[in-house]
Structure formats: structure tokens, C-alpha cells
């Protein structure tokens, strides 16, 4: 560990970790978001989020796709999509899904932290969701930045990242166990800096504090546009909500109300992701 409590750089080993969690992976990307009522929640905000920001016509690259459940949502807004993700697995899963599809442009294997492929200002849009910023550890601010170059001017970048306080909350009782096994400097590092690395896990991310998200935008040279919380009152299962789902009417206003908590201040760090959206200054 470094003097200032920061880990030090990524290494090729880290990548290569964190490319065979998401190979071994494979599909459950998919299922993920929608085998239970927090997960489809979850879903309609991205969804709702992301068309606000896409328009039919717009060339967009996604980054991170994995197996594309995005990718289909970038499809039926009516968007010419260049597909990557760092995991071939996950290309390959997405690739099989979407061969007979006009939209896809092409599919292609990309670091998140090295977009020096693709010329200024070539992309409408880019869509990095379900955390390719938050794998970008010290490299962050040159990823974001990256992508700034690559949208034309009043381009947006729609992306979401691990939310530090929301995750705490969320998986409290495994951050209490984890911090008796490794000791509670561990968590305090982890709690200071948002890097999970301290924590030594099989998965380790970059975590951030809405304000932390705000602040990368901006050095970066950019402005966030929306900023939302990943799921405020539908974090966990619950029985009442099995009911609400049940009916179609109420399910709908529930949404609303929901996706609408989720963007207020105080709501955006309470959940286990930040969606956000921002463009060049
Ligand atoms: C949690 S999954 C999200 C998949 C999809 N975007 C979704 O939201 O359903 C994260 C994806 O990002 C990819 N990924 C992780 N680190 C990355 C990086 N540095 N550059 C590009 N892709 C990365 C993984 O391989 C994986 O497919």
C-alpha cells in the first residue's frame, strides 16, 4: 500500500483477474437483471435513464457490454451500436445474440482505459453500464477522459458505477464478517478510499460517493446531465412488493414514484449503483 492509503497502479495481474471473474461469468449478466423484483426494478431505471440520453439514429459505442442486455435496449431506441467488452467470453455471449442484427456495427475487444482506437468525436453517445468506470481503479480520470474525446461536441456518456455508501449498507453483514476475518484497518481503507482491493476479495472494484462521481466529471472536463441512485425503497426482495408487481396499475405508479426517488439528493447514494449522465463542458 502506498503512503496515502491508495493501493498503487492496476496491474496486468489485476486484469487478468478481473477478465476471468467476468469470462467465468458468462450469461448470468443476463439474468441478473431480471430474476427478481430489485433486479427489474433495477432494470426500468437504466433503461428510463439511458433513453433519455439516446436518440434513433445515434451511433453509440458501448463499452463493457457483456452478454447485452443494454445492448438490446440500444437496439429497439433505434441506434447504430459498436459492441465491446475486455472479456471475450462475455463478446462471444453477445455476439451469438445479437449476429442477425442490422444495428450491431461491430463487435470488438476494448479496455475501457484505452479508447485510443476511435477518432475525436466519432460517437452520439458512449454506454458504459454495470461498472466498466469502477474496474478503471487509478486510471480513471484518463478513461473518462478518453471517452470525453471520442463523443462529438454535445455528446453524452451515459455510464453507472458501484456506489460506496449504498453498497456498505446494502452487504453490511458480509462487510462485518470480512472485516473480523481481515481486520478493521481493511474496511477503514476501504470506507476512506472506495477501493475494494483492500479488502483482497475475488471481485474488487472501484466504489465511489455520489460526490466523488461529480468530481471525476468535472476534472475530467465534463458536466453531469442526470445522476441516480441504483434502487431506494426495492433494494432487498420483500413480499408487499411481489403484490404491487402483481398488479399492473400499481406496479406502474410504483415505478414512477421509485425512479423518481432514486434521482432525488438524498436517494443517490442509497443504493448499490450511481447511474450517470454527463457531456463535454
Ligand atoms: C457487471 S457487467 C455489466 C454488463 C452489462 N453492461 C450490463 O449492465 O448488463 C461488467 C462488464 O464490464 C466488463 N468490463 C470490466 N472491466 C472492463 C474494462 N476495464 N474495460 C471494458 N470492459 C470491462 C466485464 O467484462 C463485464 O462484461
Known sequence: ????????????????????????????????????????????????????????????????????????????????????????????????????????????????????????GEFDAVLAYGGPLSYAFENADEALAGLFRIVRPGGVIVASVMSLLGSWRFFLEGVIQESENIGEDANDAVLRTGDLRHMGGAHVCQMFRSRDITELVERCGGQVLAISGRNWTSLEKSEALVRLEGDADRWRRFLEHEIAACAEPGALDGGTHILLAAKRD
Open 1 to 120: 500500500m502506498n503512503l496515502d492509503g491508495t493501493i498503487g497502479f492496476m496491474t496486468q495481474g489485476d486484469r487478468h483477474m478481473m477478465r476471468a471473474y467476468y469470462d467465468e461469468f458468462g450469461n448470468a449478466e443476463w439474468e441478473r437483471h431480471e430474476k427478481d423484483i430489485p433486479g427489474r426494478v433495477s432494470l426500468e431505471i437504466h433503461r428510463r435513464f439511458l433513453a433519455r440520453f439516446v436518440n434513433a439514429g445515434d451511433r453509440v459505442l458501448e463499452i463493457g457490454a457483456g452478454p447485452g442486455r443494454f445492448t438490446l435496449e440500444l437496439v429497439n431506441l433505434g441506434a447504430q451500436v459498436v459492441v465491446t467488452d475486455f472479456s471475450p467470453v462475455q463478446l462471444e455471449l453477445n455476439k451469438t445474440r445479437f449476429a442477425n442484427s442490422a444495428s450491431v456495427e461491430s463487435w470488438q475487444i476494448l479496455d475501457i482505459c484505452d479508447t485510443s482506437m476511435y477518432a475525436d
